[in-house]
């Protein structure tokens, strides 16, 4: 009878370690999705690697408004076109997803906190075809289901500053200027950190994981940040870096302030080559900005679409002035091809489709090809009428060609594996 309790102890020993060796081998298995309805709270998302390093190679992400075509068949199920349009997305299987957050629609007052669930049409502009969804807490439900499945790690940018935050006209604005361009006030930044910290507080409720961060879209384009300078002409000084700093520095607030791990990119700007009176260069934008900024991220977001001149170089060099103590990755954010007014890309305009995919091809081989960048974003799925980049004609029923090459780039594929064939018919 006295040695019962170590035959005890043993035989819970062994119980331990076989629970213990099945926990450790169902680990490295995907969680298995279920159905909403299965989950009485959303499980948060696992976390990601570290942003990818310098190196040859290239992970692709994309970015896209609709969650309906995000969410997987399993969590919404569609009618076609959209059905075949959301197989097509994640048949790419992105290794990244570009969330924007649009401050002035999800906060239209000062009175109200921002809101999650404002609800969206869902055409484009007044086209149809129209699938709407409630807002933004719709758009991380859908994110944080794919995000289950793997990949899918999500860079947040903020955008569009409401009628009630916007500074008051100044300086050398367009004619067509309007109040969500221009920069919020300083007393509205305590707002603007609220609405960081309401989106992350949805996402953990939906269960996704945000993971990267960037202050505000394409600050050295006055349709984002206007006036850029106080005088109109080239050789006045950018105000546009220092409005993006306060940005910068309330985002970066904001997330010390929040649970979990979140990370600054820092950049997002349009692609364009040379100030002028109305727009700041990329390299005159970098050089203006604060080097406690520059140094806080290793991370530069640039947005270069096909067929303009390729703003990598310009923006290293720009950097790597500073001289921080860790060199940074460029992380193209915004690209895509085809015939979108230049003066909002700074890209070239390419109308045949078959030469802009074998020029988008050629692009991203030769990022692949740059150790610098390591990542490249397309601009959008579903082809914004006005913008017309997309993978997916607007009103869904015709694929890009450029659809092919980023499922060729993605399709599950190592990002440091070699460049695969071109997807392009000749």
């Known amino acids: 009878m006295r040695r019962r309790p170590a035959v005890v102890l043993f035989a819970l020993f062994l119980a331990a370690l ?78 990244f997803f570009r969330l924007v957050i649009d401050w002035a629609a ?13 609800p969206q049409g869902g055409c484009m502009r007044r086209l149809g075809p129209c699938l709407g969804w409630g ?7 859908a994110l944080a289901a794919r995000q289950r499945e793997g990949g899918w790690k999500t860079l947040v940018v903020v955008t569009s500053t409401p009628d009630w935050a916007a500074s008051p006209p100044s300086g050398c604005e367009r004619d067509r200027a309007i109040p969500r361009a221009r920069p919020p006030r300083a007393d509205t930044l ?20 945000l993971t990267y961060w960037s202050p505000w879209n394409e600050p050295n384009h006055p349709a984002f940040i206007s ?28 997330l010390d302030e929040a649970p979990g791990e979140q990370r600054l ?10 100030s002028t009176r109305y727009v700041t260069s990329v390299p005159d934008f970098i050089a203006a900005l604060p080097r406690e900024l520059v140094c806080a991220s290793t991370v530069w977001s640039q947005h270069a679409y096909i067929g303009g001149e390729d703003p990598v170089e310009p923006a290293a060099q ?5 001289g921080c103590p860790r060199p940074h990755t460029i992380w193209i954010t915004e690209t895509g091809v085809g015939p979108a007014p230049e003066d909002l890309s700074a890209g070239g305009s390419i109308a045949d489709a078959r030469a802009g995919c074998r020029a988008l091809h050629a692009q991203l081989v030769r990022w692949w090809r740059d150790p610098r960048v390591t990542v490249a974003i397309q601009y959008t799925v579903r082809e914004d009428d006005k913008f017309p980049v997309g993978l997916v004609s607007t009103d869904l029923t015709e694929p890009r060609p450029a659809l092919k090459v980023w499922t060729a780039w993605g399709a599950g594929r190592d990002p440091s594996s070699p460049p695969p064939p071109s997807a392009c018919r000749t």
């Open 18 to 95: 076989a629970a213990a060796i099945v926990y450790d081998l169902g680990r490295h298995d995907h969680p298995r999705v279920e159905p909403p309805s299965a989950r009485a709270t959303p499980t948060p998302a696992r976390a990601g690697p570290a942003e990818p390093e310098a190196g040859e190679g290239l992970a692709v992400g994309v970015t896209e408004f609709n969650p309906n075509l995000v969410a997987p068949a399993e969590l919404k199920p569609l009618a076609e076109p959209w059905h075949g349009v959301r197989e097509q997305l994640a048949r790419i299987q992105p290794d």
């Open 106 to 118: 999800v906060q239209p007052t000062a009175e109200a906190p921002a809101n999650m669930d404002v």
């Open 135 to 141: 807002g933004v807490r719709e758009q991380l439900r």
């Open 190 to 209: 305590a707002a603007y950190r609220a609405l960081v910290s309401a989106v992350l507080a949805a996402a953990s409720q939906e269960g996704a994981r």
């Open 227 to 254: 006036p850029q300078r106080s005088e109109c002409d080239p050789a006045s000084p950018s105000l546009a870096p220092a409005a993006y700093a306060q940005l910068a520095t309330a985002l970066q607030a904001a």
């Open 265 to 274: 990119v820092i950049g997002e700007l349009a692609g364009l080559p040379r």
């Open 318 to 322: 720009a950097l790597a002035a500073f």
